[in-house]
DNA sequence: CATTGACCTTCACGTTGCGTAAAGGTGTAA
DNA sequence: TTACACCTTTACGCAACGTGAAGGTCAATG
């Protein structure tokens, strides 16, 4: 079976051009040039243009391509092995990418509601969710990216009314907390009516709820310099508190 | 405060050749050029250079750039929703092509071991290999990235033994669940022991074995026809009565 | 037989975001 | 004055083709 260029590039999927640049940079050169000077293409090509595009599929560059279709004794694993390693890289390159643009459209948005407010409030603010999207990420890692992307997703359509709701919230849960604090109980009806709000409050930016996730938070609010000192602010030792009001309203510790 | 060229450059971090490039095509341009034809850039600049590179981590390309801060008007809220698609599909694209690249190492590491082989032995495992990548794409998402690339890595850094050793594996699973199937007791001694080699030979691929993923792909093996057919080959049902043994071994029902 | 239209050829420039010379002017300290 | 660091513009190079342009070839049709 002899192929023109076009016939090939229409078996193939691929445009003539890329036939033409394949063979200028001598990656699958034609069976024979006919007395016309047209490209004739045989089965022989047929196959090394499957590989190549094999290959490209897996996102290797042409050169190597070349390499390890032309090098019989080319370490084809190797090179594998080593693109896959800079896939993976890539990926979690791109997972740093979406968390910042999701974070990013959050804090643009909130600019919006946020207008009246003090700018350091806002800071603070801008604060706790870039650490509520780095916990995002090792939700992302336990649970995959699917519900991360989800919840994220859910943040970003909420509307003004809301956001007005989660600010409420967020507010009232502060408010709670600071009277529970003083009864020193965690287990009491105030730190656990605290706890309660809490797990509304995360439910809104939480597709899917779960206890393990949300005593996994609150222990995170424990060790993560920067959650603590938001709920220590008033009072220190609050974050800790919540933490075990959370603990006991969950049943769960982490 | 002024700045020379290669002031800013060192400021921001990045090459001069960058900013007279941004001049060029009009998206930072210094605040005025010197008497001797020097970039002079001040206070605005700087923001504005600061904002670029901010837009520019996230991916966007530098034309997009221009219009999100150029125009007052312009959308960047809608921009960045868009970009933020694009950037969630280029990952699925790239979990694709990580799980393809997995797939071929495999493929090319198994065709050593499997020379003296059939042909159609081969075509027959490839596909089922393909397909316990698919059910890996749903472990994916179900439980991150990270467990799947870890037992995909398990499967390349196997030797030539361990290789041997699940096709021994794979291959004492078939004679047991052949004579198990007989019995039509899945709850049985023989089916039992079926289970528990498929556990084994799962656990070679796996880095994590939980009873419930372990259920789960026995239920694939009944709802996705190319396992049915693998493992129907010889007695109808018997992908059935593996995924029963299955569920009875791990106390599991999906 | 000539024309038409589909097909083929070889240039060669455009794309993105700069890296990297090359050739030459400027500023300042020794 | 000389050296040296700094500045300028111009322009090619990179990956993998897309997209004309200008011009030959082939098969069928009027």
Redesign the interface.
């Known amino acids: 079976m002899e192929y023109t260029i076009q016939k090939l590039s229409l078996l193939a999927g691929v445009s003539t051009r890329t036939l033409r640049y394949y063979d200028e940079i001598a990656i699958l050169k034609p069976a024979r040039i006919n007395s016309s000077g047209y490209r004739i293409y045989g089965k022989t090509e047929v196959n090394r243009l499957q590989q190549i595009l094999f290959y490209k599929?897996?996102?290797l560059p042409l050169d190597q391509i070349k390499e390890i279709i032309t090098s019989p004794t080319f370490n084809?694993?190797a090179a594998?092995?080593e693109?896959?390693e800079k896939?993976?890289s890539?990926?979690q390159q791109?997972?740093r990418?979406?968390a910042?643009?999701?974070q990013?459209?959050a804090v643009?948005?909130g600019r919006i509601t946020m207008t009246d407010k003090e700018k350091f409030e806002g800071f603070k603010k801008q604060m706790v969710e870039e650490n509520e999207q780095k916990y995002g990420k090792e939700i992302?890692?336990?649970?995959?990216?699917?519900a991360v992307?989800q919840s994220n997703e859910k943040v970003?359509n909420m509307n003004q009314s809301e956001h007005d709701e989660a600010a409420k919230l967020a507010e009232e849960i502060n408010t709670t907390l600071a009277e529970a604090f003083k009864t020193s109980d965690p287990a009491g009806d105030l730190a656990q009516k605290a706890a309660d709000l809490h797990k509304k409050w995360l439910m809104l930016y939480w597709n899917n709820y779960s206890k393990e996730a949300h005593a996994g938070l609150a222990q995170m609010y424990v060790d993560d310099k920067r959650f603590t000192a938001y709920y220590d602010k008033e009072q220190p030792g609050t974050a800790e508190f919540l933490r075990d009001a959370i603990h006991i309203y969950t049943g769960m510790k982490i």
């Open positions: 599929e897996l996102g084809a694993a594998l092995h693109h896959r896939l993976l890539k990926r791109l997972d990418l979406i910042n643009v999701d990013t459209i643009n948005e992302r890692e336990k649970y995959g990216n699917n992307d970003l």
